[in-house]
């Protein structure tokens, strides 16, 4: 009989993303739009993700893994809360929270193309 393995439960996943980069609990909440106090009940495992914050928290993961790419993964959290001159003075987490995720796989792609400007 195969083993089976169950999946990563959301403690394991939101706990994963942010210590891979380098985000904290405020900031997290923030691009999942969340408060901090229900990310915490997530992540403690008092509260079960809705069908919609599990979606939010594997869209969240893609995008953080893509930006890896092009940013050291620890340096994400903090790089997520500067202001950024490619983004009109924005944030990326103001962008993320804003639903402009097309700006940030636009950057993407521009700097992993050498098509930037």
């Known amino acids: 009989m195969p083993a089976t393995t169950t999946p990563p439960t959301p403690l394991t996943r939101i706990g994963k993303l942010r210590s891979q980069f380098g985000v904290t609990q ?9 408060s ?3 990310l915490i009940d ?4 008092r509260r079960d993700p ?13 995008l953080l893994k893509r930006l890896g790419t092009v940013v050291k993964p620890a340096a994400l959290g903090p790089w997520m809360t500067r202001p950024n001159d490619a983004f009109d003075g924005e944030t990326p987490a103001a962008l ?11 950057m993407i792609y521009d700097l992993r193309s050498g098509t930037g400007s």
């Open 26 to 34: 405020k900031v997290m909440a923030r691009l999942l739009g969340l």
């Open 36 to 38: 901090e106090r229900h």
């Open 42 to 45: 997530l992540e403690t495992g």
């Open 50 to 62: 809705s069908a919609a914050t599990q979606r939010d928290i594997t869209q969240l993961q893609r």
């Open 96 to 106: 993320v929270e804003s639903g402009k995720l097309d700006l940030l796989y636009d």
